[in-house]
Nanobody, 126 residues
Framework: LAQLQESGGGSVQAGGSLRLSCQAP????????MGWFRQAPGKEREGVMS?????????PGANSMSGRVTISKDNAKNTVELNMTNLKPEDSAMYHC??????????????????WGQGTQVTVSS
């Protein structure tokens, strides 16, 4: 898989905010969709939110972050950002950026992703 680079993770207290950034090595327009996933120890990977790189479509993940997370893109900088607010301890996880066709980003199987990042850790304390 091509490598994406995430940044912006860290430790915050409950109620705090974080902005994660994902840097792609090439024009994100080529990817069709980019998205954020998270995985906590002992839990399955879950989608947080995804965005079309060629249009305006945004795909919320089936998780508990609804209303607390937004996603944006900058085609000129080849970046996608995830803005998270009102963070909760249960949001603690490794957050990964991914790229691929929208059908794969949204519905899988994730083994067909075109690019993946090593992740950035988010830790929320109560």
């Amino acid at each position: 898989l091509a490598q994406l680079q995430e940044s912006g993770g860290g430790s915050v207290q409950a109620g705090g905010s974080l902005r994660l950034s994902c840097q792609a090595p090439r024009d994100i327009y080529n990817y069709d969709c980019m998205g954020w996933f998270r995985q906590a120890p002992g839990k399955e990977r879950e989608g947080v939110m995804s965005i079309s790189t060629r249009g305006k479509a945004i795909y919320p993940g089936a998780n508990s972050m609804s209303g607390r997370v937004t996603i944006s893109k900058d085609n000129a900088k080849n970046t996608v950002e995830l803005n998270m607010t009102n963070l909760k301890p249960e949001d603690s996880a490794m957050y990964h950026c991914a790229a691929g066709t929208c059908s794969v980003i949204v519905g899988g199987p994730w083994k067909f992703l075109k690019a993946w990042g090593q992740g950035t850790q988010v830790t929320v304390s109560s």
